[in-house]
């Protein structure tokens, strides 16, 4: 498996600082290695094109308005699991639930509903690589691999 996702922390998120240096430190607290960093605002246009498999679903218009609402940073992070690790840190979509279920996940701790959820982590080896060619074109997966 690839050592490698794609993380977001959501612009509900990126608008608080102090909530921004606190997700950092659980980041490396955690033994993430951020390979890269970006801080972002997008279009509406941007936005769609990132969530275009949710295109249709009741929650698409609700998801790009969010997504467009302010900056926010998209991640690189390295770690031997990095996805599934990544996806644990984070917690279920549905911040309330997790807040029962996964109550030390960052979701839990920061998110407000389950569209408005602060974080987002790929789900597999090949979205992560889709996801970090969307944000970090420039950063060359294949060579990254070939130098581990
Ligand atoms: P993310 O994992 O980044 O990718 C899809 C996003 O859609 C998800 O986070 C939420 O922000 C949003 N989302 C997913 N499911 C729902 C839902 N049932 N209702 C509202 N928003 C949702």
Not at 20 to 30: G, L, R, S, T, Y
């Amino acid at each position: 498996p690839t050592r490698i996702t794609l993380a977001l922390l959501k612009p509900d998120l990126s608008a608080n600082n102090l909530k921004v240096d606190k997700v950092f430190a659980h980041i490396q607290k955690n033994e993430f290695n951020i390979l890269a960093h970006k801080k972002l605002l997008w279009s509406k246009a941007d936005a769609e094109a990132f969530y275009g498999e949710h295109r249709g679903k009741f929650f698409f218009e609700r998801l790009c308005g969010y997504m467009t609402s302010g900056h926010f940073h998209a991640l690189i992070l390295e770690k031997p699991n990095a996805i599934t690790d990544w996806r644990a840190l984070i917690g279920p979509t549905h911040p309330p639930r997790a807040r029962i279920n996964a109550p030390d996940t960052l979701r839990s701790l920061y998110g407000m509903t389950d569209t408005r959820n602060s974080f987002h982590g790929s789900d597999a080896d090949e979205t992560a690589k889709s996801e970090i060619r969307f944000f970090f074109p420039e950063f060359d997966i294949a060579q990254w691999e070939a130098n581990q």
